[in-house]
């Protein structure tokens, strides 16, 4: 658009060509919906819950995908045979064909990325509002994404081809005839048969076109295959698509299903797998990646149409860059050049400085080489300015997930976005020492291990995403917050309060009886229920908390009737497990705030990352405290991987300039988030 631009004042009026500012405008993407399934990861709930705790997800192969008696052996180069037995697996899905118009005897011709980029979709669909129960125009929504190469059901459908010489080998050895053909008929049982659905079941584009077709969507229907770049690549043109007026929203994003004994094969006589089954992103120890699967989908309208349609905007994205390596050493070797100019060219389409951008989410595979090429060509781009020190946290995902694949770009965008729209910045797990180039502080990135809340400086939140694949193909996404205040507290429903209030004893006890035996996801719907029935004006009051990871529900409750029944005559009382009971007349209430010596490294970390009122006291306190080095810093500091490093900071809270304040800070955020219960 800018080469074709009219050069003068008084031709681009007479054009009609848009300005500067009006096609930085017009490039502004809002994501307004997420939909993901990834290893240990139902849905984005769940998958930004095991982000922000750094899950890890990488597990022993499940005998749902292959068998590691048949295919494994610690010699990296036997035959036939893989070093590695671990990986990133998609949990078992629940799947009614009825409700995407399926029939149940298609399924098994049918593979599994379609399915569930079928459920995916309609996650991300829903999340944004547009599901099945609103009307809008489907013949301006586009479905591009992210898919490599074939899919997963090719390798048994082209299995089944071998039957010829099969029989040439069994002949060989005097197998013949009846006893021939009962031994290759019992070999083919192992794998799907061929049938009328299976040339639309194995295609990688059809991911795409059954999303369309089921959802009625008109717009541009494909699939983008740049290796491990491809579900940028996608969001790439879902942006340009939505940026020419071409569509009015585009589901985009990466799927990939393919995590089966051929695709361990392929990595591991590149050779690229970790022999210990764990990627271990910008760790000096680092010795290879980890396979993932899973599938990640974004809604993408355009700025100015989700401000209007008053749509839920969870990040901003500003531009996506991309590049070719060029002739470079080899097809699968990585290239900073390339890489620098992937950056560049997203920095001059988004506009925005990178000395901006403060949460890097690379593509950091786990290899030596990839690693450090990667830290190579930021650096050169971020380091160009004349911003000093550390101050731009770098990470990948793949270290709790693996390597997704044609998924990986999508599940980094997610994540940025979901830190963007929740204030705070993720840890990279599995990171002991820092690669050379980061060890020794002369790049603008720190490894960032631990959740922490995010303090906006002088400028908006920005994030930036790399996705790289075979071939040189590079992609860089830079991504903006929408608000600078975060709107609302990041509960991921993990965490449950119950707050039962009645006449007394006897009606708490009755209520009590309907909370035995319940599955978490009931649990959920009735302390939701419970706190919008709670009167603290009742004369019994009953309250106490319950954890998804805790199997212990039922005895909370039986020690909850049992202290009922003890405490009949008691006016307040508390128990060990946590039961927390009142009676008659709200009491005033006395607050006792600690003080010097009780400070630390992190205190309060879930509560600020988790509530807007403690971040807006720790962003105040901030601006008050003023200095080099800002209060939250000191409070929650960035990870260092030595003792001594560690023993510095506690003793740099120590200091009372410091741990006044600090404490000040804490304690306020936290009793005013108790407030607003």
């Not at 547009?130 to 929504?141: A, H, L, Q």
């Not at 193909?473 to 009645?502: C, M, T």
Request: glycine fraction near 10%.
């Amino acid at each position: 658009l800018q080469a074709c631009k009219p050069n003068s004042a008084k031709a681009q009026a007479k054009s009609g060509w848009p300005d500067d500012a009006e096609l930085l405008c017009r490039n502004n993407i809002a994501i307004v919906g997420i939909g993901c399934l990834f290893p240990k990861a139902e849905n984005a709930r769940r998958f930004w819950a095991n982000i922000k705790t750094g899950v890890d997800a990488i597990t022993e192969v499940p005998a749902s995908h292959w068998l590691p008696e048949d295919y494994f052996d610690k010699n990296p180069k036997s035959p036939d045979r893989t070093y590695v037995r671990r990986g990133g697996f998609l949990l078992p899905v629940d799947f009614d064909p009825s409700e995407f118009g399926l029939a149940p005897n298609a399924l098994e011709a049918t593979d599994s990325a379609q399915l569930l980029g079928l459920l995916t979709a309609k996650m991300a669909l829903d999340d944004a509002g547009y599901g099945s129960d609103r009307e809008f125009d489907r013949s301006r929504v586009s479905v591009i994404l992210g898919v490599t190469g074939t899919l997963e059901l090719v390798i048994p459908l082209g299995a089944r081809l071998g039957h010829p010489k099969w029989r040439k080998a069994l002949a060989e050895f005097g197998i013949a005839g009846e006893d021939a053909e009962a031994i290759i008929s019992r070999m083919q049982e192992d794998y799907v048969p061929w049938q009328e659905s299976s040339f639309p079941g194995l295609l990688g584009n059809v991911v795409a076109g059954r999303i369309a077709n089921r959802f009625n969507l008109g717009g541009t229907n494909c699939v983008v295959d740049a290796a491990c770049g491809s579900s940028l690549a996608s969001v790439h043109m879902a942006a340009l698509e939505l940026a020419s007026g071409r569509s009015s929203m585009v589901v985009t994003g990466g799927v990939d299903c393919f995590n089966d004994i051929f695709m361990y094969m392929c990595f591991s006589k590149t050779p690229a797998l970790s022999a210990s089954g764990d990627a271990r992103p910008f760790d000096a120890s680092a010795d290879g990646t980890a396979l993932g699967e899973g599938l990640g989908m974004m809604t993408l309208k355009r700025l100015a149409d989700a401000i209007k349609d008053g749509d839920r905007i969870y990040a901003v994205l500003k531009g996506v860059g991309s590049s070719s390596d060029g002739k470079g050493k080899a097809i699968y070797a990585p290239s900073a050049e390339g890489q620098t100019r992937a950056l560049r060219n997203a920095y001059s389409v988004a506009g925005v400085s990178p000395d901006t951008v403060e949460l890097v989410e690379a593509h950091g595979t786990g290899t030596t080489v990839g690693d450090g090429v990667e830290v190579d060509a930021l650096a050169g781009v971020y380091g160009s300015g004349k911003k000093a020190g550390a101050w731009c946290a770098l990470g990948s995902v793949k270290s709790m997930i693996g390597h997704t694949k044609a998924a990986a770009g999508s599940a980094g965008l997610i994540k940025a976005a979901l830190s963007l729209y929740n204030k705070t910045l993720p840890p990279t797990i599995k990171v002991d020492a820092p690669l050379r180039q980061l060890a020794d502080g002369t790049t603008p990135f720190y490894l960032n291990t631990e959740l922490r809340p995010w303090i906006r400086k002088d400028h908006p939140r920005r994030a930036a995403v790399s996705a790289l694949g075979f071939g040189g193909a590079n992609f860089h996404a830079v991504l903006e917050e929408y608000s600078a205040e975060k709107q609302r507290p990041d509960w991921d429903g993990d965490v449950q309060i119950a707050a039962l209030s009645g006449t007394g004893s006897e009606a708490l006890k009755r209520e009590l009886k309907f909370w035995k035996g319940l599955g978490w996801n009931e649990i959920r719907v009735k302390a939701m229920r419970s706190r919008a029935a709670f009167k603290a004006s009742d004369a019994a009051r009953l309250t106490f908390v319950l954890e998804r990871d805790r199997r212990d529900a039922d005895k909370l409750i039986d020690s909850a009737l049992l202290n009922l029944d003890a405490q009949k005559t008691g006016k307040a009382w508390t128990t060990p497990d946590g039961l927390f009971f009142s009676s008659g007349a709200t009491e005033k209430l006395a607050v006792l705030f600690p003080g010097q010596g009780a400070q630390y490294p992190c205190m309060q970390r879930d509560i600020v990352c988790r509530f807007p009122v403690a971040l807006d006291i720790l962003s105040a306190a901030d601006k008050e405290f003023g200095g080099e080095k800002s209060l939250s810093d000191f409070i929650y500091p960035r990870a260092v991987f030595t003792p001594a490093g560690r023993q510095l900071q506690a003793d740099e809270l120590r200091d009372t300039r410091i741990a006044q304040p600090a404490l000040g800070a804490a304690s306020l955020g936290a009793y005013r988030v108790l407030s607003g219960f």
